[in-house]
């Protein structure tokens, strides 16, 4: 029997489905980091109340749907029938009102809460805004760097990474404002996650995130124009890699466009290995 369980603070979560959410932790690692920030600060992303679900198949953990409002829900792999899952899901969400304006998870549970949200949402149409493989590494290759060195952004920099988190949104059909792209930057260099690849002056970008148990997500990987094909981001990632794993995490993850080649060639380098793909799907209201 399938059910669907709410949970008022994220720790309540993570302490009855986190081991399981960690037994495909890098697959897992999105709703799983998501958790374990808002177990930390509550109103880390915004506000609003976030929607943290637990999904239980005859009692025992099977999945998890977290939503930090206005986001799309993310879920989670589900190690039961995806049709019935997703659609309890929804259920349990429109019982509260909730509304979502996508959904982000493994292709084929992202697929699922599709058909699910499409069933009782009248006059909505759904279009994959990316199609994305997650990658996880346990130990970096020795590959050739560039010139240059990996150091924290600090805060006199600011308006420079603003614009390149502005640039990397854009870059991934996400993009934000002055005022979000202020916040999310200022918000990574106080917390001393967000990195430089220095050549003489700052040439590329990347930044560590959601951090669990066992291991970290890299994102907002990004070069601005005049500075690509020459290798920084490899170089920069490489490096941030290898600082991360030699510090504490037993892994890393990070998630990748399908539609950009050069991107998981690169990390594929590196010694990043597949573990799943997954999909981003907005819903439009249809005309």
């Known amino acids: 029997m399938i059910e669907i369980l709410s949970h008022a603070h994220a720790g309540e979560l993570i302490a009855l489905s986190g081991t399981f959410l960690e037994s495909h932790e890098s697959e897992n690692s999105l709703p799983l980091g998501l958790a374990y920030t808002l177990a930390e600060n509550p109103s880390y992303y915004g506000p609003e109340p976030a929607v943290l ?13 977290v939503m930090t409002p206005p986001k799309r ?77 990996l150091r924290v952004a600090s805060m006199h920099e600011c308006d420079l990474m603003m614009e390149w988190v502005r640039g990397f949104s854009e870059a991934i059909g ?44 890299i994102n907002k990987v990004y070069t601005p124009p005049g500075h690509r094909n020459k290798g920084y981001a490899t170089s920069c990632v490489h490096a941030l890699t290898r600082k991360l794993l030699s510090e504490r995490y037993a892994f890393c993850s990070l998630y990748t466009d399908l539609a950009n080649p050069t991107s998981n060639s690169i990390y594929a380098k590196i ?8 999909l981003a799907i907005d819903f439009d209201r249809a005309v």
């Open 73 to 149: 829900i993310i879920l989670s792999r589900l190690e039961a029938n995806h049709e019935l899952c997703t659609s309890r899901i929804v259920a349990r969400l429109r019982s509260n009102g909730a509304l979502t304006p996508g959904v982000v998870g493994p292709a084929a549970e992202a697929s699922a809460f599709v058909g699910a949200w499409s069933g009782v949402m009248s006059g909505l149409s759904a279009r994959v805004s990316m199609r994305m493989r997650v990658f996880e590494i346990r130990g970096v290759l020795d590959v050739p760097v560039v010139s240059g060195f």
């Open 174 to 217: 996400e993009p934000i404002d002055i005022a979000q792209a202020k916040r999310s930057t200022v918000r990574y260099i106080e917390e001393r996650q967000l990195y430089i690849w220095e050549d003489g002056e700052p040439v590329s970008l990347a930044a560590e995130s959601r951090a669990t148990r066992h291991g970290i997500t």
């Open 271 to 278: 010694g990043y290995r597949v573990v799943g793909d997954a």
């Open 53 to 65: 679900l637990s999904v239980l198949d005859d009692g025992k953990p099977a999945g998890v749907a």
